[in-house]
């Protein structure tokens, strides 16, 4: 009987050890990271819901008072907040953006220049942007 039971257990173990074997080969599933940081298409200003360019992300290529109304919805920017942004736009104008409808001036989270692109510190929930002539930023 205790052979029967030493032989299960070593048998136990043996399983044991093929699944996790079996766990740790496996591919492990795309990251954030893996994607391409601050794609975003020439002309447009894009923001991310992640820092470094990742995650969700939304663009324009002109201005935008309410993100959550069409033509230019912005799906994730109401439950999630900013990470990141990139002005690719050509014009040479800054893009100022805002957590609030409306892109009223004592709303703006920040400003990004031409060929920018940088992170969004803190939590904001943007709601607005616009393109800017002149040195904004």
């Given at each position: 009987m205790k052979r029967i039971r030493a032989v299960r257990a070593k048998a136990g173990l043996f399983a044991g050890a093929v699944v996790m074997a079996g766990l740790s080969a496996g591919t492990a599933p795309a990251q954030a990271e893996d994607r391409p940081r601050y794609e975003c298409d020439t002309g447009y200003v894009c923001f991310y819901?992640?820092?470094?360019?990742?995650?969700?992300?939304?663009?324009?290529?002109?201005?935008?008072?309410?993100?959550?109304?069409?033509?230019?919805?912005?799906?994730?920017?109401?439950?999630?907040?900013?990470?990141?942004?990139?002005?690719n736009g050509t014009s040479g104008m800054d893009v100022l953006y805002y957590d609030q409808a409306g892109q009223h001036g004592s709303d703006k989270v920040g400003c990004v220049s031409?060929?920018?692109?940088?992170?969004?510190?803190?939590?904001?929930y943007l709601a607005s942007h616009k393109w800017v002539g002149g040195t904004n930023c």
């Open positions: 819901s992640m820092a470094n360019g990742y995650g969700e992300k939304c663009s324009w290529e002109g201005s935008d008072a309410i993100w959550r109304v069409s033509p230019g919805v912005c799906s994730w920017a109401h439950y999630d907040s900013a990470g990141s942004v990139f002005n031409k060929g920018e692109k940088k992170n969004i510190s803190g939590t904001h």
